[in-house]
């Protein structure tokens, strides 16, 4: 993993983005406002996927199992002061079940041949980042984006490396690398080839890449997820590589 950020910090970051996506909420027109970062979602869809998420993996948390548990947020309230309570009452079973847990519970996680730990360690730390970039979207919808925290878009980039972007499964085109770059002094590799998807640290001796991507670590980690596109950065190399990336479906 190229980021090691302790388990009470990430539960304390946890609380505090979706202290901040609330807010997001409660401050845009009400929950049928759509959410442009999310086609077709309105703000009650957005909190609806966030807070089943969050009991899912509540339960996820509890322990080992060989396949999760079902998706089931029972009737979620439509009014929105009754969303917001339930979307808290989501968070709070997550970081309960996360600290009974304790970090190093192995417990089913989609990643699991990938490079970030199939514990509740990785659950917390997935959990960080799909309700920073999902605070993002609820911004987005009530007009007022707030700077992302820079140490936390920075494990951001590279969390997603370590889990959406790591895998055995075989890259079906011509090897390449691709190396992150954030503004701020924190910089990335993935390799492609046919051993899978892997991610590492960039080192001083490491060879040209195919394809480099230049921005803050905000613009990467919301490139990274869907929400900005390659116009968006300082691209150097084969874009090919990006879109080959992007549209990528990786059977394992």
Not at 102 to 131: F, I, M, T
Not at 185 to 202: F, I, M, N, Q, V
Not at 203 to 231: C, H, I, K, N, Y
């Amino acid at each position: 993993m190229t980021e090691s950020l302790e388990f009470s910090a990430l539960l304390q970051l946890v609380d505090e983005r979706s202290a901040a996506f609330r807010s997001a909420v409660a401050a845009a027109p009400g929950p049928d406002a759509p959410v442009p970062s999310c086609p077709g979602w309105t703000l009650f869809d957005l909190v609806r996927h966030l807070g089943t998420g969050q009991r899912w993996w509540a339960a996820i948390a509890a322990g080992p199992a060989e396949a999760p548990p079902a998706k089931d947020a029972g009737e979620v309230p439509h009014d929105l002061e009754a969303l917001l309570a339930w979307y808290a009452e989501s968070n709070a079973l997550l970081l309960g079940a996360l600290r009974e847990a304790g970090p190093e519970r192995e417990c089913w996680a989609w990643w699991s041949l990938g490079v970030s730990p199939a514990n509740a360690w990785g659950v917390a730390r997935r959990r960080v980042h799909e309700v920073l970039v999902h605070t993002y979207d609820a911004q987005l919808a009530a007009g007022a984006v707030q700077p992302m925290p820079a140490d936390v878009a920075i494990d951001g980039v590279a969390e997603f490396l370590d889990t959406c972007n790591s895998t055995p499964a075989a890259w079906p085109h011509k090897a390449a690398t691709i190396h992150y770059h954030a503004v701020e002094g924190r910089s990335w590799l993935l390799t492609l080839d046919g051993t899978g998807a892997w991610p590492a640290p960039l080192t001083e001796d490491a060879a040209p890449a195919s394809v480099s991507a230049t921005g803050t670590a905000e613009q990467l980690l919301l490139f990274v997820w869907g929400r900005l596109t390659m116009s968006d950065l300082k691209l150097e190399g084969d874009q090919q590589v990006f879109e080959q990336l992007i549209a990528w479906e990786p059977e394992e």
